[in-house]
């Protein structure tokens, strides 16, 4: 039935996208990707005469914004113009305008500079009128201030949504829609949980946590970082392969930080970059023997299971980036062992690969039979946009939030080296650091 909804909707360009809008938000587009492909395709292929031929609404005009650049089409922000007011305000006539004005804003890129302007009045309206607000938009303004829905958690986005569009007296909620938003939530929701369960058993019988008490244990974070990349039921195989991956990564990220020494760690660090397990017995301890007995059983095992349908480049390249890392992570390990801190800039060289976002997409990828040789050659290119974009916004957000414990642990600091390279403050440092961040980069 919501299929036939979609197509219906086509009759109406305008109500086609706010549809498509709502299937996103709510979390179920999944289920229609082919066919809102094809409708936003035919749509902004007339859009122009769409916008001449009709006195679209500041809430209307950012929902269609919102929908097309969010699916990768290059809506001009110029539309935004005849909205303006003077003194960088906007002509808002109500809170939902003003809502949907600043999430549009959420999708602005370098030179943008009308978005940046509604960003910046949307966000200081925003926090003086959410204390006014109605319980319900209240709410929803606290969650999109905190967290936009474009940088959310997608399950959990949707499980607001949901709720919010549940209560929403607007005459556009569409009943039918919801009960279907409601349900699918519910069966996704009973089928992460049995793939955690099944996990957490499979995680249990190789005593993994026996096997390292020092380290970490993070099979159950591991796996909702998986639910991040993709929760759909066709992606089961992957989130547990990533949840593996990533877990193994967390005792390796350990060994290196607070547990082995310096002379152990260049040992167990030449050893990764030979990768095979007949260098075992040149490893000076058994924890060190064990941890990579572990890491390598994990990968071949993989690898195995990829190869029989010929992507075992997969596992290769992750292999391959784990290697860089590892590296990375020594140089870390050697600052702190000779007491030093590298300027800011050093540590970024460094500090870039130990954030382990490359690594971490690499990981993600080899469960999706979708992604071949040419998206991990696209991937790892250093010239690339994202993988530069990526690496900041995942290195930078990580100081932001572990600065302060990570000093208390001995550790070089980002921000501390931010701090001392250009005499400023930590406050400074962490607001200096917010503007590095390069989400616009990305959304290009």
Same mark, same amino acid.
């Given at each position: 039935?919501?299929?036939?909804?979609?197509?219906?909707?086509?009759?109406?360009?305008?109500?086609?996208?706010?549809?498509?809008?709502?299937?996103?938000?709510?979390?179920?587009?999944?289920?229609?990707?082919?066919?809102?492909?094809?409708?936003?395709?035919?749509?902004?292929?007339?859009?122009?005469?769409?916008?001449?031929?009709?006195?679209?609404?500041?809430?209307?005009?950012?929902?269609?914004?919102?929908?097309?650049?969010?699916?990768?089409?290059?809506?001009?922000?110029?539309?935004?113009?005849?909205?303006?007011?003077?003194?960088?305000?906007?002509?808002?006539?109500?809170?939902?305008?003003?809502?949907?004005?600043?999430?549009?804003?959420?999708?602005?890129?370098?030179?943008?500079?009308?978005?940046?302007?509604?960003?910046?009045?949307?966000?200081?309206?925003?926090?003086?009128?959410?204390?006014?607000?109605?319980?319900?938009?209240?709410?929803?303004?606290?969650?999109?201030?905190?967290?936009?829905?474009?940088?959310?958690?997608?399950?959990?986005?949707?499980?607001?949504?949901?709720?919010?569009?549940?209560?929403?007296?607007?005459?556009?909620?569409?009943?039918?829609?919801?009960?279907?938003?409601?349900?699918?939530?519910?069966?996704?929701?009973?089928?992460?949980?049995?793939?955690? %369960?099944?996990?957490? =058993?499979?995680? #249990?019988? !190789?005593?993994? @946590?026996?096997?390292?008490? $020092?380290?970490?244990? /993070?099979?159950?974070?591991?796996?909702?970082?998986?639910?991040?990349?993709?929760?759909?039921?066709?992606?089961?195989?992957?989130?547990?392969?990533?949840?593996?991956?990533?877990?193994?990564?967390?005792?390796?990220?350990?060994?290196?930080?607070?547990?082995?020494?310096?002379?152990?760690?260049?040992?167990?660090?030449?050893?990764?970059?030979?990768?095979?397990?007949?260098?075992?017995?040149?490893?000076?301890?058994?924890?060190?023997?064990?941890?990579?007995?572990?890491?390598?059983?994990?990968?071949?095992?993989?690898?195995?299971?990829?190869?029989?349908?010929?992507? %075992?480049?997969?596992? =290769?390249?992750? #292999?391959? !980036?784990?290697? @860089?890392?590892?590296?990375? $992570?020594?140089?870390? /390990?050697?600052?702190?062992?000779?007491?030093?801190?590298?300027?800011?800039?050093?540590?970024?060289?460094?500090?870039?690969?130990?954030?382990?976002?490359?690594?971490?997409?690499?990981?993600?990828?080899?469960?999706?039979?979708?992604?071949?040789?040419?998206?991990?050659?696209?991937?790892?290119?250093?010239?690339?946009?994202?993988?530069?974009?990526?690496?900041?916004?995942?290195?930078?957000?990580?100081?932001?939030?572990?600065?302060?414990?990570?000093?208390?642990?001995?550790?070089?600091?980002?921000?501390?080296?931010?701090?001392?390279?250009?005499?400023?403050?930590?406050?400074?440092?962490?607001?200096?650091?917010?503007?590095?961040?390069?989400?616009?980069?990305?959304?290009?």
């Amino acid at each position: 039935m919501v299929k036939d909804m979609l197509m219906a909707s086509t009759t109406d360009p305008l109500h086609n996208i706010l549809l498509i809008n709502s299937l996103c938000r709510l979390g179920v587009s999944y289920h229609f990707e082919t066919e809102v492909e094809q409708q936003l395709t035919r749509c902004f292929d007339t859009l122009s005469q769409l916008i001449h031929n009709n006195d679209y609404n500041l809430h209307e005009t950012a929902i269609m914004f919102q929908v097309f650049r969010s699916h990768g089409y290059n809506m001009s922000s110029d539309i935004f113009n005849k909205f303006k007011k003077r003194n960088y305000e906007f002509k808002i006539s109500d809170i939902k305008e003003m809502i949907t004005l600043y999430e549009a804003a959420q999708f602005k890129i370098n030179g943008e500079f009308i978005l940046d302007e509604a960003f910046n009045f949307t966000t200081t309206q925003l926090k003086s009128i959410v204390s006014q607000a109605s319980t319900h938009y209240a709410q929803y303004i606290e969650n999109a201030l905190n967290c936009p829905y474009q940088k959310g958690v997608p399950r959990l986005e949707a499980r607001q949504y949901i709720c919010f569009y549940e209560k929403d007296e607007d005459e556009a909620r569409n009943d039918t829609l919801l009960k279907f938003a409601k349900y699918d939530f519910n069966r996704i929701q009973m089928m992460l949980q049995q793939e955690l %369960s099944s996990l957490c =058993s499979e995680w #249990k019988e !190789e005593n993994m @946590e026996s096997r390292f008490p $020092y380290a970490r244990h /993070r099979i159950v974070e591991s796996f909702f970082s998986a639910t991040v990349f993709y929760f759909e039921p066709c992606y089961a195989r992957a989130r547990n392969i990533y949840a593996k991956l990533l877990s193994t990564l967390a005792f390796i990220d350990d060994t290196y930080d607070a547990y082995g020494t310096y002379e152990e760690l260049q040992h167990f660090t030449d050893a990764m970059q030979r990768f095979d397990i007949s260098v075992i017995d040149e490893l000076p301890t058994d924890y060190l023997k064990l941890l990579y007995e572990t890491t390598l059983n994990v990968h071949n095992e993989i690898e195995d299971k990829v190869g029989k349908e010929g992507r %075992s480049y997969a596992v =290769s390249y992750t #292999k391959n !980036e784990l290697k @860089e890392v590892a590296l990375a $992570y020594l140089v870390e /390990r050697r600052w702190v062992h000779g007491c030093y801190m590298p300027t800011f800039d050093e540590y970024l060289e460094t500090a870039l690969k130990t954030c382990v976002a490359i690594l971490s997409v690499c990981q993600a990828l080899i469960g999706m039979e979708e992604a071949d040789e040419t998206a991990y050659q696209w991937l790892i290119n250093t010239d690339n946009k994202l993988h530069k974009a990526l690496n900041i916004i995942a290195r930078l957000y990580d100081d932001i939030s572990t600065n302060e414990a990570e000093e208390k642990r001995g550790l070089v600091c980002g921000t501390s080296c931010y701090m001392k390279q250009y005499g400023i403050t930590r406050q400074e440092a962490v607001e200096a650091y917010r503007e590095i961040v390069a989400w616009k980069r990305v959304k290009e």
